[in-house]
Protein backbone atom coordinates (compact mmCIF):
# COMPACT_ATOMS: atom_id res chain seq x y z
CA UNK A 1 0.00 0.00 0.00
CA UNK A 2 1.04 3.47 -0.91
CA UNK A 3 1.44 5.71 2.33
CA UNK A 4 -0.33 8.67 3.11
CA UNK A 5 3.28 10.35 4.05
CA UNK A 6 5.05 9.65 0.61
CA UNK A 7 1.94 11.28 -1.04
CA UNK A 8 2.53 14.42 1.00
CA UNK A 9 5.62 14.55 0.63
CA UNK A 10 5.67 14.35 -3.27
CA UNK A 11 2.52 16.93 -3.21
CA UNK A 12 5.27 19.15 -1.03
CA UNK A 13 8.14 18.98 -3.77
CA UNK A 14 5.74 19.39 -6.71
CA UNK A 15 4.02 22.19 -5.52
CA UNK A 16 7.74 23.48 -4.50
CA UNK A 17 8.30 23.39 -8.03
CA UNK A 18 5.25 25.16 -9.52
CA UNK A 19 5.82 27.57 -7.05
CA UNK A 20 8.54 28.61 -8.20
CA UNK A 21 8.33 28.56 -12.17
CA UNK A 22 7.44 32.06 -12.92
CA UNK A 23 11.22 32.96 -11.19
CA UNK A 24 12.64 29.56 -12.82
CA UNK A 25 15.15 30.62 -15.38
CA UNK A 26 13.54 29.02 -17.61
CA UNK A 27 16.25 26.94 -19.92
CA UNK A 28 18.14 23.83 -18.40
CA UNK A 29 21.07 25.20 -16.02
CA UNK A 30 23.29 22.53 -15.74
CA UNK A 31 25.03 20.39 -19.04
CA UNK A 32 24.25 16.32 -20.09
CA UNK A 33 27.23 15.42 -18.18
CA UNK A 34 26.97 16.63 -14.63
CA UNK A 35 23.25 15.07 -14.76
CA UNK A 36 24.69 11.95 -15.78
CA UNK A 37 27.24 12.09 -12.60
CA UNK A 38 24.43 12.30 -10.29
CA UNK A 39 22.03 10.03 -12.29
CA UNK A 40 23.76 7.05 -14.03
CA UNK A 41 24.67 5.11 -11.27
CA UNK A 42 25.22 0.90 -10.66
CA UNK A 43 22.40 -0.81 -10.69
CA UNK A 44 21.13 -1.67 -6.70
CA UNK A 45 21.08 -4.91 -5.85
CA UNK A 46 18.94 -3.62 -2.59
CA UNK A 47 15.93 -1.81 -2.59
CA UNK A 48 16.09 2.00 -1.36
CA UNK A 49 13.25 3.85 0.71
CA UNK A 50 10.48 5.28 -1.23
CA UNK A 51 10.55 8.23 0.17
CA UNK A 52 14.49 8.62 -0.39
CA UNK A 53 14.09 8.11 -3.91
CA UNK A 54 11.30 10.76 -4.65
CA UNK A 55 13.66 12.83 -2.42
CA UNK A 56 17.21 12.10 -4.46
CA UNK A 57 15.34 11.86 -7.78
CA UNK A 58 13.91 15.74 -7.52
CA UNK A 59 17.40 16.94 -5.64
CA UNK A 60 18.97 15.23 -8.91
CA UNK A 61 17.40 16.72 -11.81
CA UNK A 62 16.37 19.86 -10.76
CA UNK A 63 19.44 21.74 -12.99
CA UNK A 64 18.34 19.50 -16.10
CA UNK A 65 14.63 20.34 -15.86
CA UNK A 66 13.31 22.90 -18.35
CA UNK A 67 10.57 25.42 -16.93
CA UNK A 68 8.25 24.45 -20.20
CA UNK A 69 4.94 24.36 -18.32
CA UNK A 70 6.07 27.89 -17.11
CA UNK A 71 5.17 31.38 -18.32
CA UNK A 72 7.36 32.40 -20.60
CA UNK A 73 8.15 29.10 -22.25
CA UNK A 74 8.12 29.36 -26.30
CA UNK A 75 9.45 26.73 -27.92
CA UNK A 76 8.32 23.54 -29.74
CA UNK A 77 4.44 25.04 -29.64
CA UNK A 78 4.34 23.52 -26.04
CA UNK A 79 1.48 23.98 -23.63
CA UNK A 80 1.87 23.69 -19.76
CA UNK A 81 -0.60 21.90 -17.95
CA UNK A 82 -3.99 23.16 -16.85
CA UNK A 83 -4.41 22.71 -12.94
CA UNK A 84 -7.31 20.81 -13.32
CA UNK A 85 -5.36 18.73 -16.48
CA UNK A 86 -2.66 18.05 -13.71
CA UNK A 87 -4.94 17.26 -10.64
CA UNK A 88 -6.79 14.52 -13.32
CA UNK A 89 -3.18 13.07 -14.48
CA UNK A 90 -2.41 12.70 -10.72
CA UNK A 91 -5.52 10.64 -10.13
CA UNK A 92 -4.99 8.53 -13.55
CA UNK A 93 -1.99 7.31 -12.00
CA UNK A 94 -3.28 6.75 -8.58
CA UNK A 95 -6.35 4.74 -10.26
CA UNK A 96 -3.94 3.25 -12.70
CA UNK A 97 -6.56 2.29 -15.42
CA UNK A 98 -5.72 0.29 -18.48
CA UNK A 99 -7.67 1.37 -21.11
CA UNK A 100 -7.54 -0.99 -23.45
CA UNK A 101 -11.30 -2.64 -23.37
CA UNK A 102 -14.24 -1.07 -21.38
CA UNK A 103 -14.51 -4.41 -19.47
CA UNK A 104 -11.33 -3.33 -18.35
CA UNK A 105 -11.90 -0.01 -16.95
CA UNK A 106 -15.99 1.44 -18.25
CA UNK A 107 -14.23 4.46 -16.34
CA UNK A 108 -12.31 5.30 -18.86
CA UNK A 109 -14.51 4.14 -21.92
CA UNK A 110 -17.38 6.36 -21.11
CA UNK A 111 -14.97 9.46 -20.66
CA UNK A 112 -13.11 9.32 -23.91
CA UNK A 113 -16.69 9.24 -25.22
CA UNK A 114 -17.85 12.34 -23.50
CA UNK A 115 -14.26 13.92 -24.63
CA UNK A 116 -15.06 12.32 -28.45
CA UNK A 117 -18.56 14.77 -28.47
CA UNK A 118 -16.76 17.69 -26.80
CA UNK A 119 -13.89 17.72 -29.34
CA UNK A 120 -16.14 17.06 -32.22
CA UNK A 121 -18.60 20.39 -30.73
CA UNK A 122 -15.60 22.52 -30.29
CA UNK A 123 -13.70 21.77 -33.42
CA UNK A 124 -17.38 21.92 -35.52
CA UNK A 125 -15.85 18.99 -37.01
CA UNK A 126 -18.61 16.41 -38.50
CA UNK A 127 -20.74 14.84 -35.73
CA UNK A 128 -20.54 11.09 -36.86
CA UNK A 129 -16.62 10.95 -36.87
CA UNK A 130 -15.05 8.19 -34.61
CA UNK A 131 -12.00 9.60 -32.18
CA UNK A 132 -8.84 7.85 -31.07
CA UNK A 133 -6.90 9.20 -28.10
CA UNK A 134 -3.15 8.75 -28.54
CA UNK A 135 0.29 9.82 -27.13
CA UNK A 136 0.48 12.91 -29.96
CA UNK A 137 0.00 14.37 -33.36
CA UNK A 138 2.68 11.88 -34.72
CA UNK A 139 0.58 8.51 -33.60
CA UNK A 140 -2.83 10.74 -34.62
CA UNK A 141 -1.42 11.21 -37.60
CA UNK A 142 -0.47 7.80 -38.26
CA UNK A 143 -3.91 6.42 -37.01
CA UNK A 144 -5.62 9.16 -39.69
CA UNK A 145 -3.43 7.73 -42.37
CA UNK A 146 -3.76 4.19 -41.73
CA UNK A 147 -7.40 4.49 -42.13
CA UNK A 148 -6.79 6.08 -45.40
CA UNK A 149 -4.73 3.60 -46.73
CA UNK A 150 -7.28 1.39 -45.33
CA UNK A 151 -10.08 2.87 -47.47
CA UNK A 152 -8.43 3.65 -50.54
CA UNK A 153 -6.89 0.38 -51.08
CA UNK A 154 -10.33 -1.18 -49.96
CA UNK A 155 -11.76 0.76 -52.78
CA UNK A 156 -9.17 -0.27 -55.65
CA UNK A 157 -10.28 -4.17 -54.56
CA UNK A 158 -6.88 -4.80 -51.78
CA UNK A 159 -7.45 -5.75 -48.21
CA UNK A 160 -4.31 -3.96 -46.93
CA UNK A 161 -4.88 -5.68 -42.96
CA UNK A 162 -4.94 -8.96 -44.49
CA UNK A 163 -2.30 -9.16 -47.47
CA UNK A 164 0.01 -5.73 -46.69
CA UNK A 165 1.04 -3.90 -49.36
CA UNK A 166 3.21 -6.62 -51.24
CA UNK A 167 0.95 -6.70 -54.58
CA UNK A 168 -1.05 -4.08 -54.18
CA UNK A 169 -2.43 -1.31 -56.06
CA UNK A 170 0.48 1.25 -55.74
CA UNK A 171 -1.07 4.48 -53.33
CA UNK A 172 -0.31 8.00 -54.13
CA UNK A 173 0.62 10.65 -51.20
CA UNK A 174 0.40 14.52 -52.15
CA UNK A 175 1.42 16.82 -49.43
CA UNK A 176 3.05 20.51 -49.11
CA UNK A 177 6.40 21.08 -49.33
CA UNK A 178 6.51 22.70 -45.74
CA UNK A 179 4.75 19.95 -44.42
CA UNK A 180 5.82 18.93 -40.92
CA UNK A 181 8.51 15.87 -40.69
CA UNK A 182 5.79 13.90 -38.04
CA UNK A 183 3.74 13.20 -41.08
CA UNK A 184 6.24 12.07 -43.18
CA UNK A 185 7.29 9.78 -40.11
CA UNK A 186 3.83 7.99 -40.02
CA UNK A 187 3.74 7.87 -43.93
CA UNK A 188 6.89 5.84 -43.10
CA UNK A 189 6.12 3.51 -40.56
CA UNK A 190 2.66 2.91 -42.82
CA UNK A 191 4.93 1.49 -45.63
CA UNK A 192 3.76 4.45 -47.71
CA UNK A 193 7.27 6.11 -47.96
CA UNK A 194 8.30 9.48 -47.15
CA UNK A 195 10.28 9.93 -50.81
CA UNK A 196 7.66 8.92 -53.04
CA UNK A 197 4.79 11.54 -51.92
CA UNK A 198 4.14 14.41 -54.21
CA UNK A 199 5.64 17.67 -52.88
CA UNK A 200 3.51 20.60 -53.56
CA UNK A 201 4.69 24.17 -53.78
CA UNK A 202 3.92 26.57 -51.04
CA UNK A 203 3.79 30.72 -51.09
CA UNK A 204 5.70 32.54 -49.05
CA UNK A 205 4.26 31.53 -45.61
CA UNK A 206 4.06 28.22 -46.69
CA UNK A 207 0.13 27.56 -47.63
CA UNK A 208 -0.07 25.18 -50.12
CA UNK A 209 -0.55 26.58 -53.71
CA UNK A 210 -3.91 25.61 -55.36
CA UNK A 211 -2.55 25.42 -59.15
CA UNK A 212 0.20 23.27 -58.15
CA UNK A 213 -1.96 21.35 -56.28
CA UNK A 214 -4.88 20.66 -58.68
CA UNK A 215 -1.52 19.86 -61.29
CA UNK A 216 -0.35 16.89 -58.79
CA UNK A 217 -3.85 16.05 -59.15
CA UNK A 218 -4.00 15.76 -62.87
CA UNK A 219 -1.17 13.72 -62.52
CA UNK A 220 -1.94 11.32 -60.16
CA UNK A 221 -3.62 7.42 -60.95
CA UNK A 222 -4.99 5.18 -58.63
CA UNK A 223 -5.36 5.25 -54.86
CA UNK A 224 -4.70 8.56 -53.79
CA UNK A 225 -4.13 10.38 -50.31
CA UNK A 226 -3.98 14.13 -49.94
CA UNK A 227 -2.28 15.65 -46.98
CA UNK A 228 -3.16 19.25 -45.62
CA UNK A 229 -2.01 21.54 -43.01
CA UNK A 230 -4.23 23.73 -40.67
CA UNK A 231 -1.37 25.63 -38.76
CA UNK A 232 2.45 26.04 -40.40
CA UNK A 233 4.80 25.01 -37.56
CA UNK A 234 6.77 28.26 -38.30
CA UNK A 235 4.69 30.82 -39.82
CA UNK A 236 1.08 29.54 -38.41
CA UNK A 237 -0.45 29.90 -42.20
CA UNK A 238 -3.05 27.73 -43.09
CA UNK A 239 -3.30 25.65 -46.16
CA UNK A 240 -6.54 27.25 -47.90
CA UNK A 241 -8.89 24.33 -47.31
CA UNK A 242 -11.81 25.27 -49.11
CA UNK A 243 -10.26 25.87 -52.27
CA UNK A 244 -8.09 22.73 -52.15
CA UNK A 245 -9.97 20.08 -50.97
CA UNK A 246 -12.80 20.27 -53.70
CA UNK A 247 -10.49 19.41 -56.32
CA UNK A 248 -8.57 16.52 -54.01
CA UNK A 249 -12.62 15.37 -53.62
CA UNK A 250 -13.31 14.95 -56.84
CA UNK A 251 -10.67 12.98 -58.20
CA UNK A 252 -11.43 10.68 -55.60
CA UNK A 253 -8.36 11.35 -52.67
CA UNK A 254 -8.68 10.59 -48.99
CA UNK A 255 -7.95 14.43 -47.55
CA UNK A 256 -6.29 14.33 -44.32
CA UNK A 257 -5.51 17.45 -42.41
CA UNK A 258 -2.21 17.58 -39.98
CA UNK A 259 -3.57 20.21 -37.49
CA UNK A 260 -1.02 19.67 -34.53
CA UNK A 261 -2.22 22.98 -32.96
CA UNK A 262 -3.91 24.83 -35.56
CA UNK A 263 -7.26 23.03 -35.74
CA UNK A 264 -7.76 24.89 -32.63
CA UNK A 265 -7.90 28.05 -33.99
CA UNK A 266 -11.66 26.81 -35.70
CA UNK A 267 -12.97 27.89 -31.83
CA UNK A 268 -12.28 31.32 -32.79
CA UNK A 269 -14.66 32.94 -35.65
CA UNK A 270 -12.51 36.10 -36.50
CA UNK A 271 -10.19 32.74 -38.03
CA UNK A 272 -13.01 31.34 -39.84
CA UNK A 273 -11.30 33.22 -43.08
CA UNK A 274 -7.84 30.75 -42.07
CA UNK A 275 -10.10 27.95 -41.11
CA UNK A 276 -12.85 27.59 -43.73
CA UNK A 277 -13.26 24.33 -45.45
CA UNK A 278 -11.10 22.06 -42.60
CA UNK A 279 -14.48 19.78 -42.11
CA UNK A 280 -15.08 18.85 -45.25
CA UNK A 281 -11.85 16.49 -44.70
CA UNK A 282 -11.76 12.86 -44.34
CA UNK A 283 -9.31 12.68 -41.15
CA UNK A 284 -7.69 15.63 -38.85
CA UNK A 285 -4.82 15.29 -36.28
CA UNK A 286 -4.38 17.27 -33.44
CA UNK A 287 -1.94 17.48 -30.03
CA UNK A 288 -3.78 17.90 -26.86
CA UNK A 289 -0.60 18.71 -25.13
CA UNK A 290 -0.20 21.53 -27.38
CA UNK A 291 -2.74 24.57 -27.06
CA UNK A 292 -5.34 22.74 -24.84
CA UNK A 293 -2.61 22.72 -22.72
CA UNK A 294 -2.84 18.95 -21.15
CA UNK A 295 -0.08 16.58 -19.62
CA UNK A 296 2.07 15.17 -22.01
CA UNK A 297 1.52 12.27 -24.08
CA UNK A 298 -2.13 13.58 -25.39
CA UNK A 299 -3.15 13.36 -28.95
CA UNK A 300 -6.45 13.24 -30.80
CA UNK A 301 -6.99 11.51 -34.39
CA UNK A 302 -10.59 12.26 -35.67
CA UNK A 303 -12.00 10.62 -38.71
CA UNK A 304 -14.96 10.76 -40.40
CA UNK A 305 -15.73 6.86 -41.81
CA UNK A 306 -15.92 5.28 -38.40
CA UNK A 307 -16.00 1.51 -40.45
CA UNK A 308 -12.55 2.60 -41.97
CA UNK A 309 -11.06 4.04 -38.45
CA UNK A 310 -11.74 0.88 -36.95
CA UNK A 311 -11.05 -1.57 -38.98
CA UNK A 312 -7.07 0.10 -39.76
CA UNK A 313 -6.95 -0.46 -35.88
CA UNK A 314 -8.71 -3.49 -35.47
CA UNK A 315 -7.46 -5.73 -32.58
CA UNK A 316 -8.42 -9.46 -32.09
CA UNK A 317 -6.66 -11.74 -29.40
CA UNK A 318 -7.93 -14.61 -28.25
CA UNK A 319 -8.69 -13.43 -24.35
CA UNK A 320 -10.64 -10.59 -26.33
CA UNK A 321 -14.06 -10.47 -26.26
CA UNK A 322 -15.47 -7.01 -28.24
CA UNK A 323 -17.89 -4.96 -26.62
CA UNK A 324 -21.24 -4.93 -28.37
CA UNK A 325 -21.45 -1.52 -30.59
CA UNK A 326 -22.81 0.71 -28.10
CA UNK A 327 -19.84 0.26 -25.68
CA UNK A 328 -16.58 1.95 -26.41
CA UNK A 329 -13.64 -0.37 -26.52
CA UNK A 330 -10.71 2.69 -26.40
CA UNK A 331 -7.88 0.29 -28.14
CA UNK A 332 -10.38 -0.33 -31.40
CA UNK A 333 -9.55 3.72 -32.16
CA UNK A 334 -5.97 3.56 -31.25
CA UNK A 335 -2.22 1.61 -32.57
CA UNK A 336 -1.78 0.69 -28.97
CA UNK A 337 -3.28 -1.95 -26.74
CA UNK A 338 -2.29 -1.61 -22.85
CA UNK A 339 -2.61 2.36 -22.70
CA UNK A 340 -2.99 5.24 -20.38
CA UNK A 341 -6.27 6.27 -19.09
CA UNK A 342 -5.25 9.69 -20.89
CA UNK A 343 -8.81 10.73 -21.16
CA UNK A 344 -9.52 11.70 -17.77
CA UNK A 345 -6.99 14.42 -18.00
CA UNK A 346 -8.93 15.74 -21.37
CA UNK A 347 -12.68 15.51 -19.61
CA UNK A 348 -11.08 17.89 -16.52
CA UNK A 349 -9.38 20.13 -18.97
CA UNK A 350 -12.30 20.96 -20.87
CA UNK A 351 -14.71 20.82 -17.73
CA UNK A 352 -12.29 23.38 -15.92
CA UNK A 353 -12.24 25.59 -19.33
CA UNK A 354 -15.32 25.39 -20.91
CA UNK A 355 -15.63 26.56 -24.71
CA UNK A 356 -15.48 30.42 -23.56
CA UNK A 357 -12.50 29.50 -21.73
CA UNK A 358 -10.68 27.52 -24.16
CA UNK A 359 -11.72 30.22 -26.91
CA UNK A 360 -10.69 32.88 -24.72
CA UNK A 361 -6.99 30.91 -24.25
CA UNK A 362 -6.41 30.51 -27.59
CA UNK A 363 -8.05 34.53 -28.38
CA UNK A 364 -5.33 35.60 -25.68
CA UNK A 365 -2.33 33.61 -26.83
CA UNK A 366 -2.78 34.95 -30.63
CA UNK A 367 -2.87 38.26 -29.37
CA UNK A 368 0.20 38.07 -27.07
CA UNK A 369 1.84 36.86 -30.54
CA UNK A 370 1.03 40.06 -32.00
CA UNK A 371 2.17 41.80 -29.27
CA UNK A 372 5.56 39.91 -29.39
CA UNK A 373 5.83 41.35 -33.26
CA UNK A 374 4.96 44.39 -32.59
CA UNK A 375 7.62 44.77 -29.49
CA UNK A 376 10.81 43.08 -31.56
CA UNK A 377 9.98 44.75 -34.50
CA UNK A 378 10.33 48.11 -32.68
CA UNK A 379 14.33 47.30 -33.14
CA UNK A 380 15.25 47.81 -36.86
CA UNK A 381 17.81 45.06 -36.33
CA UNK A 382 14.74 42.85 -36.05
CA UNK A 383 12.56 41.42 -38.51
CA UNK A 384 9.19 39.69 -38.27
CA UNK A 385 9.49 37.13 -41.29
CA UNK A 386 6.02 35.81 -41.32
CA UNK A 387 2.02 37.53 -40.98
CA UNK A 388 1.27 36.16 -37.28
CA UNK A 389 -1.91 34.85 -38.20
CA UNK A 390 -1.96 32.64 -35.08
CA UNK A 391 0.22 32.24 -32.13
CA UNK A 392 3.62 31.80 -34.36
CA UNK A 393 6.28 34.67 -34.38
CA UNK A 394 9.60 33.91 -37.15
CA UNK A 395 12.41 36.24 -35.83
CA UNK A 396 15.38 36.78 -37.80
CA UNK A 397 18.19 39.06 -36.42
CA UNK A 398 20.32 41.28 -38.68
CA UNK A 399 24.01 42.09 -37.68
CA UNK A 400 25.13 46.02 -38.37
CA UNK A 401 25.45 46.95 -42.07
CA UNK A 402 24.05 42.98 -42.76
CA UNK A 403 27.56 41.98 -42.78
CA UNK A 404 29.39 38.22 -42.18
CA UNK A 405 27.06 34.96 -41.83
CA UNK A 406 23.65 36.04 -40.93
CA UNK A 407 22.96 32.55 -40.69
CA UNK A 408 25.07 32.05 -37.94
CA UNK A 409 24.62 35.25 -35.84
CA UNK A 410 20.93 34.15 -36.28
CA UNK A 411 21.85 31.12 -34.44
CA UNK A 412 24.10 32.41 -31.81
CA UNK A 413 21.88 35.06 -31.20
CA UNK A 414 18.79 32.51 -30.91
CA UNK A 415 21.10 30.38 -28.00
CA UNK A 416 21.89 33.08 -25.98
CA UNK A 417 19.05 33.89 -25.34
CA UNK A 418 17.89 30.71 -23.88
CA UNK A 419 21.50 30.91 -22.24
CA UNK A 420 19.60 34.40 -20.12
CA UNK A 421 17.29 32.49 -19.28
CA UNK A 422 14.42 35.11 -18.85
CA UNK A 423 12.53 33.06 -21.75
CA UNK A 424 13.41 30.32 -24.24
CA UNK A 425 12.78 30.10 -27.83
CA UNK A 426 13.76 27.77 -30.72
CA UNK A 427 15.97 27.67 -32.99
CA UNK A 428 14.63 26.79 -36.89
CA UNK A 429 14.93 27.37 -40.55
CA UNK A 430 12.41 28.69 -42.66
CA UNK A 431 13.31 29.10 -46.88
CA UNK A 432 16.50 28.20 -46.25
CA UNK A 433 17.50 30.54 -43.42
CA UNK A 434 18.08 30.22 -39.75
CA UNK A 435 15.60 32.00 -37.78
CA UNK A 436 14.27 32.06 -34.18
CA UNK A 437 10.49 30.98 -33.21
CA UNK A 438 8.14 32.50 -30.92
CA UNK A 439 5.32 30.04 -30.29
CA UNK A 440 2.77 31.27 -27.66
CA UNK A 441 0.60 29.10 -26.31
CA UNK A 442 1.05 28.17 -22.40
CA UNK A 443 -1.66 29.17 -20.28
CA UNK A 444 -0.12 30.90 -17.65
CA UNK A 445 1.31 33.70 -20.30
CA UNK A 446 0.31 36.96 -19.12
CA UNK A 447 0.96 40.11 -21.27
CA UNK A 448 3.93 41.13 -18.85
CA UNK A 449 5.60 38.30 -19.57
CA UNK A 450 5.23 38.96 -23.23
CA UNK A 451 6.86 42.45 -22.83
CA UNK A 452 9.65 40.96 -20.19
CA UNK A 453 10.71 38.25 -22.61
CA UNK A 454 10.65 41.20 -25.68
CA UNK A 455 12.92 43.31 -23.92
CA UNK A 456 15.25 40.24 -22.75
CA UNK A 457 15.85 39.54 -26.10
CA UNK A 458 16.84 42.86 -27.26
CA UNK A 459 18.93 43.20 -24.64
CA UNK A 460 20.48 39.84 -25.66
CA UNK A 461 20.68 41.56 -29.21
CA UNK A 462 21.88 45.09 -27.91
CA UNK A 463 24.50 43.30 -25.87
CA UNK A 464 25.90 40.62 -28.07
CA UNK A 465 29.37 42.13 -30.47
CA UNK A 466 28.98 41.36 -34.14
Not at 398 to 416: C, H, M, Q, W
Amino acid sequence: MIGKKLLEETLDLAHSYLEGLPRRHVGALEPVEKLRSRLRKSLPETGTDPAAVIRELARDVDGGLVASAGPRYFGFVTGGSLPAAMAADWLSSAWDQNAVLSIASPAAGVVEEAVSDWVLDLLDLPRESSVGFVTGCQMANFTGLAAARHEVLKKAGWDVEAFGLFGAPPVTVVAGEEAHATLFVALRMLGLGADRVVRVATDGQGRMDPAALEKALSAAEGPLIVCLQAGNVNTGAFDPCSRLIPPAREKGAWIHVDGAFGLWGRLLPELAGETAGIEGADSWATDAHKWLNVPYDSGIAVVRNEAAHRASMVLAAPYYIAAPDEIRDPSQWVPESSRRARGFPLYAAIRSLGREGLSEMVRRHCRQARLMADLLNEDPRIGIENDVVLNQVLVRFSPEGGKGDVDAYNRKITSLVQKEGTCWAGGSAWKGRAAMRISVSGWPTSDEDIRVSAAAIRRVLADTPE
